[in-house]
């Protein structure tokens, strides 16, 4: 492999028949992006061709077999099958979510082996992925069960993080989810990552409540008197700058997000459906916790507009330019803590 100190990006293609192709060829139709990483992409040329010529994209791609012969002047792609598959833009399709979930299984990989820097990975499609091999919800669980460390999942723009306590399971247990030691883990993967993912110095962190107006002294629900509260007043004692709980309503309605560093969610959609409505299409889902860097767009596979050459690659640009950052914040902060003397 070529000597090169650039950032190698290692990509998952997503699902076959979705648009993340088309974001990933778009971000780098422009050649000033080889400038800041060098991508790989874990699939198969003839994938790769398919999709610029249905998508009339003219992004240059180098086709690979093995890490020696990559090129860190143009778009990589790693040939991890031969064969012919056949897509079918729009459809779900067990063809399309199998090889998916190649792509991703090597990029993980290589990943873990440090052959790759950072990983992004296009937006898959959760039911037709599934396998004997792969039996997670998303990403996110998938790679925490092939990393070490404690996953959370944290949406981000420039001005706005927001983590999720409990992820990818159903309304219905999220409250029987929510313990003193989950929130614990959760507000201390957050602080962690914003210090050191971030380079911000004693971080706010606000953390919302789970019922309506903070369940109303006990009249709507008693979890966040008796759970979330005491928490929270139990790690202000050591020190991390720990708000809440807030009512997710007026939170966001407010603006009140915006004095605060991040934002800690009890579930899924009361993080996600003000995030996406604030600022989906630039935003990153960002993996802190694990032992490597993972990034993604905010949006999913896009069966919808498919093929058609009319998917926005903003997102997936941001989650590229994040991963970089985050890539160079925490190589500086291994720095500066060799000498405990420069970091408190």
Known sequence: MDKSDKIIVGISIGDLNGIGLEVVLKTFQDKRMLD?????????????????????LDTQVHGITSLNQINHNK???????????????????????????????????????????????????K???QSENFKFPGHTEYLEANLDGKSLMILMTEELRIGLITGHIPISKVSEAITPELILEKVNTMYTSLVEDFGINKPKVAVLSLNPHCGDKGVIGV????IISPTIEEIKKSGKLVFGPYAADGFFGSETYKQFDGVLATYHDQGLAPFKALSFGNGVNYTAGLSEIRTSPDHGTGFDIAGKNKANPSSFKEAL???????????????LSKNTLLVK
């Open 36 to 56: 800041f990483c060098t991508p790989l992409l874990f699939g198969s040329t003839k994938v790769v061709s398919f999709h610029k010529k249905a998508l009339k």
């Open 75 to 125: 778009v990589n792609v790693l040939n991890i099958w031969k064969e012919e598959v056949a897509i079918e833009f729009g459809k779900a399709t067990e063809i399309s979510g199998k090889y998916a979930a190649k792509s991703l299984e090597t990029a993980v990989k290589f990943l873990k082996e440090k052959k790759i820097n950072i990983l992004l990975t296009a937006p898959i499609n």
């Open 127 to 129: 039911e037709t992925i």
């Open 223 to 226: 979890e966040d008197d008796e």
């Open 321 to 335: 330019f994040t991963a970089i950052q985050v890539f160079k914040t925490k190589k500086e902060y291994k720095e």
